[in-house]
């Protein structure tokens, strides 16, 4: 499960081509976690998030649900794992 803006497009600065920002939010548990009690967890919070107050709430707030399975969470977390590796990277950004 993640929640993202409405757009679903990427903030994107006319003066920065190819910049790009979004966020989103997501719940997990630990690795070591029965398959059984993440998939309970999982369909759960997805159905929570497709009640229909949950939904307006959501919306007032700006955001909107997108519910998924635990594969495509891990997967998007690689994916912003590595672009925002990148970043970092390329910026020379060093942890303090």
Known sequence: MRLARPSQTPFACPRSPGYEASFW???????????????????????????????????DLGGVALPGSPAEFGKLIATETEKWAKVIKFAG???E
């Open 93 to 95: 950004i060093k942890a």
């Open 25 to 59: 939010f997501g719940v997990g548990a630990p690795k070591a976690t029965p398959a059984e009690i993440v998939d309970k967890l999982n369909k759960e919070v997805n159905a929570a998030l497709d009640d229909p107050k949950m939904k307006t709430r959501l919306a």
